[in-house]
């Protein structure tokens, strides 16, 4: 009689594909878009040890339609990963004080994805200009 | 303030998971955008870059260069590492398989990649 039984709220298997999980689940799983980029530069990277031949046909697929959609999506999921990515950053920061009053969640994301987007825009027009 | 031995010994390695985690994600947040475009749409479709931005040589110049060695293992590793992290919690919290099974799924290829991407950049010389 005197084993402990808690009470456990029942979960259903699927919670992570309801709200308000799924938002979690869809941020989380944006981590997947980021590591198929680095197979992507992985395969370059491999073909490249491998001679010529071989790194013409990592540049074939590319250039293949499959490679553009696939890159295409792989933009949109990383684009939402640096929103989201920044929307949790004052979670995961020490509070940042000013002039003796702390800086709004809200501010902080809104300068920092700025700044990354304009790390990025910096970065294209780098590489359009150095390789003109 | 000190720790006995067996508080030192029960010490987790995840911080080191955490880290790399970050690493990746900011690195990615900072960049990833840019990389996509340019190497994934930009140069293949020629728009704004040159003919020979994409040739074996000028491949093999950025490969064989210490910065450029630095930078793609960066990336490669770090993303892969990022990856890791999310999708090892992700079904660890959707109770997906074994821990064990889990971390090998996870940190163990991104263990791998990083390992075959230092080989493999070594493999290409200086």
């Known amino acids: 009689m005197n084993e402990r039984r808690p009470y456990r709220r029942p979960m259903p298997g699927n919670w992570w594909a309801k709200p308000p999980y799924r938002a979690y689940t869809a941020r989380e799983l944006s981590g997947v878009a980021v590591a198929a980029y680095g197979g992507v530069l992985f395969a370059g990277l491999l073909s490249l040890s491998r001679g010529p031949e071989s790194w013409a046909g990592f540049v074939d697929f590319l250039k293949s339609p499959a490679s553009l959609l696939l890159h295409v999506l792989l933009l949109a999921a990383v684009i939402f990963h640096v929103i989201t990515w920044f929307q949790t950053l004052p979670k995961t920061m020490p509070k940042m004080i000013v002039n003796g009053e702390a800086v709004p969640p809200k501010k902080i994301t809104r300068i920092a994805t700025i700044f990354a987007g304009a790390m990025s825009l910096a970065l294209v027009f780098f590489v359009l200009g150095a390789a003109q | ?126």
Request: glycine fraction near 10%; charge should be positive.
């Open chain 2, 1 to 126: 303030m000190t720790f006995s031995t067996r508080e030192i010994q029960k010490r987790s390695i995840s911080p080191i998971f955490w880290l790399l985690f970050g690493a990746g994600g900011m690195l990615s947040a900072l960049f990833g955008p840019a990389l996509i475009l340019i190497t994934g749409i930009l140069a293949p479709t020629g728009t704004g870059l040159p003919e020979n931005f994409l040739s074996y040589d000028a491949a093999l110049a950025f490969a064989r260069n210490p910065l450029g060695k630095l930078v793609l293992l960066a990336l490669i590793a770090l993303f892969f590492w990022h990856g890791a992290e999310r999708v090892f919690l992700t079904l660890k919290d959707m109770k997906a398989g074994s821990s064990l099974v889990l971390k090998l799924g996870t940190y163990g290829v991104a263990a791998l990649v990083s390992v075959a991407t230092i080989l493999l950049l070594l493999a290409i010389g200086f």
